[in-house]
């Protein structure tokens, strides 16, 4: 999941909905993008950062729930 997405989102007080309309794509490719499902191309990344005034390398970063890093972690240490 893109936490810094997600939260830049919300602190601005905009729905997926309303984000995914700013940008011209449909609600369910920017859910993906959120989720980090999907990579989406420069040109929503450079619109996402002027709309939410966070450097979209802070915006792109993947955050791992604990049970995903754990699970990285024993696969790694054998």
Avoid: C, P
């Amino acid at each position: 999941m893109r936490k810094n997405l997600k939260e830049a989102r919300q602190k601005a007080g905009m729905t997926q909905k309303q984000v995914a309309e700013y940008l011209g794509i449909h609600e369910r490719y920017y859910q993906h993008i959120e989720a980090g499902q999907r990579t989406g191309d420069f040109t929503l990344w450079d619109m996402l950062e002027d709309l939410f005034n966070v450097h979209q390398r802070e915006l792109r970063e993947i955050s791992n729930n604990h049970s995903d890093k754990v699970a990285h972690q024993e696969k790694h240490s054998k």
